[in-house]
């Protein structure tokens, strides 16, 4: 099989019609001049993944057909596979089309639609009928989309007729998924005995982030070639070569760290602004968001804001600033004590003869958020909101308050694993970027004197286990228990994950990383009875 095929591991953004159209175009000309025979770019090329109800937007529909014809216009001399949304009546679907010599001469429609955890797509998409096999010059190719590889049939109706498999996909990273994902499309060469070409979408879209990681595997289910993880690539690839490439070594925590990186620039950057805003307490949740931030903006575009208050530890506030110096980034120190005394004073009459509680402490939290909300209003700031997955889970954050900000950058981040990353960061770095005081300081709200986060909640070893095993696994109390948790933490645990449904639904879209985050691929009741 003498062919030379580019796999264009391209980073589009939704709705961006035009743009992705000349990223398309470029990749094209780069091809063609290497001499490609074929080109092949990533699920729903044209209009980004996923595009939601834009896709029910018929002038959408329109301009993205356009864009596929001036597309098709470009390809002289080459071949090229691209997705884009094709209408056929009242219906529209989820597509593929082979371009040769300025015309598209084939259209496959997806067959399996996912309709589980992030994926909507028979809200918008009606599902193709058959797997079909072209003829390209000499050489039989079946095309299929992202899904249809992950089910044994479209691959296996294909591979009897075809001399290549080329799929398209748009498949969303959590830790642990390149793994899964490699195994599986080497199986599908091997059993089919003919060699695929997978090519997925890289970039953030909202709270998803698309690993790249595109392949091309012989028919002895052997890897030939591997585009880059977690950023744009382009990669010539020769089918008659069966030189084989070692795996790359898998790392959970360095994917993790690139994935947010990458999610926290895409999202700023696409949604147009450039700085970013994060209040800075000393603490290391905080400190590893203004990390992230650094490294995916630059440390022009990051300003760190310490607020403390009487409260407030000399400690935490020498760690902040020597983060920020450390970084390199902005860093402003607003103290909060008069504002917090005019509002004691303002609701005294209102408050008289109540004991201070937790009232008094999330009102220092409310503050804060109104004085990073208010400088992002003045300067065009982004705020990040700094909570991790563990304390969005059971409710240890305050809504108007932490919570406030347009992109919780760690909300999947179970605070284990932001213990890891902080690790990680330090040791490739080869120094203490984020200091050795914020990482074994007991972690603090700092809300009250003396407080520490296991006044509220069981060690953050045993709280990860138990909601790991409650939301990404689904299981129920019972098998929690049986892990040898102590009942009372299980049922304390669950309880309070279930009966904080309302402040999720209220936070800020955050970046996944796990199989199951908050947010659109966990939909849950917020009134609901259901324990366990």
Not at 312 to 337: C, E, Q, V, W, Y
Not at 440 to 462: H, M, N
Request: aromatic share 6%; proline share 3%.
């Amino acid at each position: 099989m003498n062919i030379r095929v580019a796999v264009a591991q391209i980073n589009t953004t939704v709705g961006d019609l035009e743009g992705n159209a000349q990223k398309v175009i470029s990749s094209i000309k780069k091809a063609r001049g290497q001499n490609a025979d074929l080109v092949v770019f990533p699920e729903l090329t044209i209009t980004g993944y996923p595009p939601k109800d834009l896709l029910l937007k018929s002038d959408f529909i329109s301009k993205n057909l356009e864009k596929l014809k001036e597309i098709a216009h470009e390809a002289d001399n080459i071949s090229v596979v691209l997705g884009f949304v094709d209408s056929r009546g009242k219906n529209i679907y989820n597509a593929a089309a082979l371009i040769q010599n300025r015309k598209v001469i084939g259209v496959q429609h997806k067959l399996n639609l996912p309709n589980y955890d992030v994926f909507d797509e028979k809200r918008y998409f009606k599902a193709g009928k058959e797997a079909l096999v072209f003829d390209l010059d000499s050489l039989r190719v079946g095309i299929n989309i992202c899904e249809d590889i992950w089910v044994e049939n479209p691959v296996k109706i294909q591979a009897e007729r075809a001399d290549l498999i080329v799929n398209i996909s748009a498949s969303p990273f959590y830790a642990g998924k390149t793994r899964i994902r490699r195994e599986l499309i080497s199986r599908r060469a091997m059993e089919s005995n003919t060699p695929i070409i997978y090519v997925n979408l890289v970039g953030g879209q909202d709270d998803l982030v698309f690993d790249g990681g595109s392949y091309i595997f012989n028919g002895d289910g052997r890897l030939i070639a591997e585009c880059k993880h977690l950023e744009e690539d382009f990669l010539m690839g020769d089918l008659t070569k069966n030189e084989i490439i070692p795996e790359r070594e898998e790392n959970l925590t360095r994917e993790i760290h690139d994935a947010l990186v990458l999610g926290i620039r895409d999202y700023v950057r696409k949604n147009g602004f450039r700085k970013v805003i994060i209040g800075l307490s000393g603490g290391i949740d905080s400190s590893l968001t203004a990390v992230l931030a650094m490294e995916a903006l630059g440390r022009e575009n990051v300003l760190g804001v310490s607020m403390p208050s009487r409260i407030s530890s000399r400690g935490s506030l020498d760690d902040a600033r020597k983060l920020s110096k450390n970084l390199g980034i902005g860093h402003r120190i607003i103290p909060i004590g008069g504002i917090f005394d005019a509002y004691i004073e303002t609701l005294s009459e209102e408050f008289k003869d109540t004991e201070q509680d937790i009232t008094e402490e999330n009102i220092q939290a409310r503050i804060r958020g109104n004085i990073l909300m208010a400088l992002s209003n003045k300067f065009g700031y982004l705020v990040l909101s700094t909570g991790n997955k563990s304390e969005l889970a059971v409710g240890y954050c305050t809504l108007y308050g932490d919570m406030s900000g347009g992109l919780a950058a760690i909300s999947d981040v179970p605070k284990t694993t932001v213990y890891k990353l902080a690790e990680y960061i330090n040791r490739i770095n080869k120094k203490a970027i984020i200091p050795e005081d914020i990482m074994t300081k007991e972690p603090s709200a700092e809300l009250r004197e003396g407080q520490k986060d296991t006044d509220s909640l069981p060690p953050y070893e045993v709280l990860d286990l138990i909601l790991h095993t409650y939301i990404e696994k689904n299981k129920g109390i019972g098998d929690i228990i049986d892990l040898g948790i102590d009942e009372g933490i299980v049922r304390e645990v669950i309880h309070r994950v279930d009966h904080n449904e309302y402040k999720r639904q209220q936070a800020p879209v955050g970046i996944r990383i796990t199989p199951k985050a908050f947010g659109f691929g966990r939909r849950m009741p917020i009134t609901n009875r259901y324990e366990g």
